[in-house]
């Protein structure tokens, strides 16, 4: 059974920065592109980021580019949302998501984003 | 605004067929396939459709999704009270690289 833990969210002031970590399981990790989406309050799903299984590609929503860095530990099974410059409409519950790309031979296709995690809420106030 | 169009809210009665649309632009829908996802309030998305017309194991064959040029469209039959949920669709965007999701529709079953 695929599982997808989310930790690390949190109530954090505007300017900040907040890590987020997904744990996975059920699944070869090393050979799944994992992703990010989130959800404001209320509102709709917005694609974050996403990473290739190497962790050689990544993508970015031109609302977190410069700002947030995804990254992963295929030893640990693990992804990771670096989020810098935390701004208030950065406020959400952010999914951690199995798949998004299939790459081969340096060649990247979209694959659906199929498993979600639980998701784990980041709030950005002072 | 999404780069993707959905009405906000769609409704049906038990029994009835209900679709939802979803339309986009060349650099999405029309180059690329869709996938939808179901998602009932306090949860997380489920894949629903994807590749266009593709049902995931354990979804029902009352879903079902079509494409034709820039929209795409999700078709619920034998509507049910549990059907009643948020929809999304989604489409990969060769213009912005990356991910691109509709507004979300709201099915509420009358």
């Known amino acids: 059974e695929v599982q997808l833990l989310e930790s690390g969210g949190g109530l954090v002031q505007p300017g900040g920065s907040l890590r987020l970590s997904c744990a996975a399981s059920g699944f070869t990790f090393s050979s799944s592109a994992m992703s990010w989406v989130r959800q404001a309050p209320e509102k709709g799903l917005e694609w974050v980021s996403l990473i290739s299984d190497n962790g050689h590609s990544t993508y970015y929503a031109d609302s977190v580019k410069g700002r947030f860095i995804i990254s992963r530990d295929n030893s640990k099974n693990t992804q990771y949302l670096q989020m810098n410059s935390l701004r208030a409409e950065d406020t959400a519950i952010y999914y951690c998501v199995k798949g998004g790309i299939y790459c081969i031979y340096g060649d990247c296709y979209p694959q659906p984003m199929d498993y979600w995690g639980q998701g784990t809420l980041v709030t950005v106030s002072s | 605004q999404s780069v993707l169009t959905q009405p906000p809210s769609a409704s049906g009665t038990p029994g009835q067929r209900v679709t939802i649309s979803c339309s986009g632009s060349g650099s999405n829908i029309g180059s690329k396939t869709v996938n939808w996802y179901q998602q009932f309030p306090g949860t997380a998305p489920k894949l629903l459709i994807y590749?266009?017309?593709q049902r995931p194991s354990g979804v029902p064959d009352r879903f079902s999704g079509s494409k034709s040029g820039t929209s795409a469209s999700l078709a619920i039959s034998g509507l049910q009270s549990e059907d009643e949920s948020d929809y999304y669709c989604?489409?990969?965007?060769?213009?912005?690289?990356?991910?691109?999701f509709g507004g979300g529709t709201k099915l509420t079953v009358l």
């Open positions: 590749h266009n017309n």
């Open positions: 989604v489409a990969w965007d060769d213009s912005l690289n990356g991910w691109v």
